[in-house]
């Protein structure tokens, strides 16, 4: 059992630490160095209230050893930490500095009236009006320079992660995931399928090629390496296992949407892929949405959960829940040699997302509750598998909080991710303006998001672990009536 974060990180669940600044900026073209360089469009936009749960620009300050001990958990630098303490206390200086200004050509300005009033001096009004013209030129520099040290403070804090819940255990990477359950004895696979002694699973792309259903070298040929193309009975699968999820998921609460598959800057800022995963987005040069950049989307949870962007949800309304199945696109940057053969791995994707909106006292359970529902899926399947519990330094930059499910493939004899359940808790609420209304008393929602199944792999999953010697695959039960009574894809 790995060590959980308790040692060092005192309970979060009732601590979240906020932060509003006012945008009064402009773009400044400079920014900061490092993660936070790239600074979101939204965040550039005058008059906007920006909340992030990384903790208010004083509390960052007075608690840096805290805000540290998360950044390294996460195998993340420090160092943004120091520049926000240091960049904030120069506004604070910079704040005074113009307000004294602005009080000084304030305070000068009525006593010209009262010159003016009395018939006085028109050569000590013209002394005092220079006065105040140089106090508010100065005020202005003052005030130029706070403009560029809040665009320096907003995009440090865009760039800092969710804080981790208590029961995330420490660790540096996937080694140090805590395996919490597994379903399915993978040593009754070939009593099950009548495999004979000397059989050795095929890898799936090889099955799908004994089926006439891979049409990967031609998707290459058009589109480029990490790309596939299905047919005949393997491309029925895919279309049947999608059906198959949408179905249970509806008939487990579940809202089914369609959403787009473009989106705003905004968008991707709200739920946290911007700034950050700038080089895993594929970018639609010539188009705009609302006037801001537009994305192909990574994963259904952005536009779903921006469904809920700047609104205030009635308390007795909560939690929604919703699945949407949509194409995901990912340049995979930096996976480069990792997964480039089959269907692990691709620029392009299907995949049933689950995103639930909730109250903070319902965020634990609802979150437990979407991870069975995925679980369940898997097992009407009858496809071996494990639960994880991501440690923090394999959690996600949104997630407060992440279970992966990993399902069992016969040709590696390994385990590989095909869903992954996060909770957020209220940090990608805060970004969205995501509230309810509790009587008088409005609070930011909690959000979680999770795969209800990733297609393409849970068709790698059903082509390798239900493979036949003579290169049929047999139909998992449950399948069978999407895909016209079928028992074998032959």
Known sequence: MI????????????????????????????????????MPERLMRQGTDLEFTSGSLNQIAASLDLYTSHLVSRNSSPSSLEKISDLNTSRKSLQTSRDENLGIAKKLSGEIGKIMKSGGDEAKVKEIKAKVEEAKQTAEKYSTELNEIETSLKNLISALPNLLDDSVPTGPD?????????????????KKLNWPENFEPRWHDDVAKGLNGWLSPEAVKMSGTRFSSLSSSVALLERALSNFFLDTLTNSGYTEVSVPAIVSASSLENTGQLPKFEEDLFRIDDFEANGEKAYLIPTAEVPITNLHADTLINSQELPVRYAGLTDCYRKEAGSYGRDS??????????????????????????????VLVAEGLLRSLEIPYRKLLLCSGDTGFSAKKCYDLEAYLPSTSSYREISSISSTGDFQAIRSNIKYKDGKKKNYCYTLNGSGLAVGRAVVAVLENWQMEDGRVKVPEVLRGYMNGKEYLE
């Not at 060590?3 to 900026?25: G, N």
């Not at 791995?345 to 609802?366: A, N, S, Y």
């Open 3 to 38: 060590s959980s974060c308790r040692p060092f990180l005192p309970s979060f669940s009732r601590s979240i630490l906020r932060t509003s600044v006012r945008s009064t900026t402009t773009r400044v073209d400079n920014a900061v160095e490092g993660e936070a360089s790239a």
């Open 174 to 190: 996937e080694s140090s995931n805590e395996l919490i359950s597994s379903w399915g004895d993978v040593s009754t696979l070939p």
């Open 341 to 370: 053969r089959g269907l692990i791995r691709l620029h392009q994707f299907k995949k049933v997302e689950m995103v639930t909106v909730c109250r903070p006292e319902e965020g634990e359970v609802e979150h437990e509750k979407m």
